[in-house]
């Protein structure tokens, strides 16, 4: 009988060391009591609970939690009310504060963060409530942050998921948007049309610019034209002169000359044509031929 009993007291013993052996987990904490008063915290590792004397009270995790909220009935300063829903981000920075600083915490986080963002849109207009988002979370964070230290709670930060107006400041606010966009697609119509307009009577402006231009130098070639064609005339004939007087001609050569100057002579409105005695000594007198009288 005896050899029976040691054994199993041996069990029994080894038992109750492994049921008092205990590891506490990564991002974990656990609260022990000493005798129903708080002893200390476990925290993550290998520890020996002693039997009767140590009670595990609250086996807390200390990663970073994420509460979410049901909506919430606001009233703007402007007296409209609105249904507002957040996010709170915290986790555990003291577990012993946590364990005993408040019953229920996230209740009470919930509850503080509600209270909080009516104070916070209670002070703010619609507008101010729906363009201020960034400026409520950071309020509201602040608070909550400063509230919750005594809780061993650390509030890394809230966010404001929706924002919900009534049915009827919707509709006014889908009108006043609608408004909107047709002034201001009212307002870009008009000014292409403006900057259309502007840029064809540019447009124009510098073709008849460039009409104007190409008409001026085209009289300009033509008068270069013509002036070097009469100065081109003119260095011929002085160059038949040059070759005439070069060539020495004789009497009959002169006296041609002289008859096809009178027979041109002629062919104008002149009706009297005076010719020398000599017609042989025209040669000296050729520019004093004849005297033409008009009637």
């Not at 476990?42 to 807390?60: C, D, E, S, T, Y």
């Not at 555990?92 to 104070?119: C, H, M, W």
């Not at 130098?217 to 002085?238: F, S, Y």
Request: aromatic share 6%.
């Amino acid at each position: 009988m005896e050899f029976i009993f040691g054994p199993i007291l041996i069990v029994i013993i080894v038992v109750i060391l492994l049921n008092c052996i205990r590891i506490v987990p990564q991002a974990s904490a656990w609260i022990i009591e000493f005798l129903g008063k708080y002893r200390c915290t476990w925290n993550a590792g290998l520890h020996f609970k002693i039997p009767v004397l140590h009670r595990i009270v609250k086996k807390v995790s200390l990663k970073e939690q994420v509460a979410d909220f049901e909506p919430q009935p606001v009233i703007t300063k402007d007296n409209v009310t609105m249904m507002v829903d957040s996010v709170v981000f915290f986790y555990i920075l003291d577990p012993k504060l946590f364990a005993y600083g408040v019953e229920r915490p996230v209740a009470a986080i919930e509850n503080l963060s509600a209270t909080t963002l009516r104070n916070i849109i209670g002070s703010m207009t619609l507008d101010e409530t729906l363009t201020s988002r960034d400026e409520i979370n950071g309020k509201i964070t602040t608070i909550l942050d400063e509230a919750t230290d005594k809780w061993g709670i650390k509030v890394s930060r809230v966010e404001v998921k929706n924002i919900a107006p009534p049915k009827s400041i919707q509709d006014a606010m889908e009108k006043q948007m609608k408004a909107e966009r047709e002034k201001r697609e009212a307002i870009l119509t008009a000014e292409g049309q403006k900057q259309s307009a502007i840029t064809l009577a540019e447009g124009e402006k510098e073709a008849a610019i460039l009409r104007a231009e190409a008409v001026k130098q085209q009289r300009i070639r033509e008068a270069e034209g013509e002036a070097e064609a009469l100065l081109a005339v003119q260095r011929a004939k002085a160059e038949s002169i040059k070759l005439i007087n070069e060539a020495n001609p004789g009497s009959g050569y002169i006296t041609l000359k002289s008859f096809e100057t009178a027979e041109k002579m002629a062919d104008g409105q002149a009706t009297k044509i005076v010719v020398p005695s000599d017609i042989s000594n025209l040669a000296g007198t050729i520019s004093a031929l004849s005297e033409v009288v008009k009637k």
